[in-house]
């Protein structure tokens, strides 16, 4: 995931993650618990910042994490179940962005546009036509 205001990008392999700011790798690989994990979580699905909250969330099986950039810890009262605040998304989640104000959900074949605000799916489309094919 990258945050636009700190120009970083953040790499996840397994248990790990690198920071790279302009285009330079700026660590050498960090345990993902360094950020306020679990030790038992094993990989990160999916990352989103989200412009509007300045918050980046973390996905990883059934549940999700809410990530304060600015304090750099988790947010109280995490994780929660991703179905319970993210009414549509019920399945696993392989990557996320936003666009827009909406995030978009990839998940297996097809990408969930949601809408934050509403709470709500909005539209479902096939990956591939991501591709334009």
């Not at 790279?20 to 910042?49: C, E, N, T, W, Y």
Request: a positive charge; hydrophobic letters at 35%.
């Amino acid at each position: 995931y990258s945050v636009p205001k700190q120009s970083s990008l953040y790499l996840f392999k397994g248990s790990s993650y690198w920071t790279v700011k302009l285009s330079q790798m700026k660590s050498r690989p960090q345990p993902i618990s360094k950020l306020g994990f679990p030790k038992q979580l094993r990989k990160i699905d999916a990352a989103v910042h989200l412009s509007k909250t300045g918050n980046t969330l973390f996905f990883a099986n059934d549940k999700y994490w809410s990530y304060n950039e600015t304090t750099r810890a988790m947010e109280d009262f995490y994780p929660r179940n991703i179905i319970d605040d993210f009414p549509g998304i019920n399945t696993k989640i392989n990557a996320t962005s936003e666009i827009e104000g909406f995030i978009y959900f990839f998940c297996g074949r097809e990408v969930h546009k949601y809408d934050n605000i509403k709470k709500q799916v909005v539209q479902s489309v096939k990956a591939i036509s991501w591709l334009g094919c």
